[in-house]
């Protein structure tokens, strides 16, 4: 695959901020389409030396100039409070044909700004679910976006052909698209990802007060509240901005959330049993129900639980087994709390080909493995 669209324009991409997300993308085109030309700008030089360096990015620029002014599609990856300012700059070299979108977690603000500038007509909003706690273009990886929900939000005034096309894009770096009005957008990240962020950080914050003198709910803490409390690792700058910015949203539901929470506090000081069962039955039900193949504000994971004997050079001799297969390692670690008298390596893939085929290694050689 080398193109979305006609095969005889090799299509060009700029990118106005070149982190984790924006270096994500950029991977991914040069990954499935790889004669294109890639065009960026970063105000870090680190993050485009090492882009150029890589072979992603073909121009690297330190200005927002004519150096995009034959891109085809434009992705504003800078902090939300840059975007004013950015399409100012980068609205004079935007040719007619061009396509500006952006990575945002909140749309409402982008597409007032789009409109100020008069840019209804060439703008889609994006906004790939997916990231790592971790900033900065050299943690990126086009895989990322396998399996992803991509958000899209175009301008009415976009043509229905351009749309269309510019999914196509997006699906062909193995993302999925989905197009939602900019309002709907809001809604849905608010519930599914901002108060998230909230709850945990709050759930964080509760036990590092409650905790003893001698840090022991820290110490003990594992499993179930390290799942849950995953994502308070990520950038608090981001996070206060979404906040500030999907405010209405994230209100709404965060009062919805702390009446129910009310609702459950009332059934577990009544001792209600029947309503407790059903409290956590429904849940499972409904979070059971997630389709194994999305991925989003809930990263699906690719998780192997390896059983270990307990002695020198185990654990090396797994990653040797895979290494010598060219299988990458997202993640290791020994699980602690075990059923098992043995040691349990967990073991997280980047998709699930890789689990697929790490399994198949370490069967082949002897390990008892389970997801």
């Known amino acids: 695959m080398t193109q979305a669209h006609n095969n005889s324009h090799v299509l060009s991409f700029g990118f106005i901020g070149l982190g984790l997300i924006g270096g994500t993308i950029a991977r991914a085109i040069r990954r499935y389409h790889q004669d294109a030309i890639i065009v ?4 870090s030089k680190n993050s485009l030396d090492e882009a150029v360096a890589d072979g992603v990015v073909n121009v690297a620029t330190q200005s927002i100039d004519e150096s995009f002014s034959d891109c085809d599609y434009i992705f504003l990856c800078a902090p939300v409070h840059c975007n004013d300012e950015n399409i100012s700059l980068i609205k004079p ?13 909140v749309k409402t603000d982008i597409h007032l700004s789009i409109s100020k500038a008069g840019l209804n007509s060439q703008f889609i909003g994006g906004h790939p679910m997916t990231g790592s706690e971790r900033t900065k273009y050299r943690n990126s990886k086009a895989e990322f976006l396998e399996n992803a929900y991509y958000i899209l939000t175009p301008e009415r005034e976009v043509p229905e052909e351009k749309v269309f096309t510019f999914a196509e894009i997006i699906r062909s770096l193995c993302a999925i698209p989905l197009v939602l009005s900019s309002d709907q957008h809001d809604y849905v990240t608010a519930a599914v990802s901002h108060v998230p962020h909230v709850i945990s950080a709050t759930l964080v914050n509760l036990v590092r007060d409650s905790d003893t003198p001698e ?36 209100l709404k539901l965060l009062d919805d959330y702390i009446a129910a929470l009310s609702d459950n506090r009332n059934i577990i000081a009544s001792a209600d049993s029947d309503a407790l069962y059903k409290l956590f039955d429904s849940a499972r039900k409904y979070r059971d129900s997630f389709s194994s193949s999305q991925s989003g504000p809930i990263q699906q994971s690719f998780v192997l639980h390896i059983t270990i004997a307990d002695r ?12 010598d297969e060219n299988i990458n390692i997202k993640n290791l670690g020994i699980v602690h709390s075990r059923e098992f008298e043995e040691g349990v390596l967990s073991l997280e893939l980047h998709t699930s080909e890789g689990m697929k085929q790490a399994e198949a290694v370490l069967q082949s050689n002897g390990y008892s493995c389970h997801e």
Not at 40 to 43: L, M, R
Not at 93 to 105: N, P, Q, V
């Open 40 to 43: 960026a700008y970063n105000p």
């Open 93 to 105: 070299y935007l040719k007619e044909t061009a396509i500006l979108t952006d990575i945002g977690s």
């Open 215 to 250: 840090g022991i709910m820290k110490t003990i803490a594992a499993g179930g509240f390290k799942d849950i409390t995953r994502i308070s690792s990520s950038s608090p700058v981001m996070w206060q901005q979404i906040c500030l910015t999907n405010r209405d949203n994230i």
């Open 312 to 323: 020198p050079h185990a654990l090396a001799q797994i990653v040797d087994l895979l290494a």
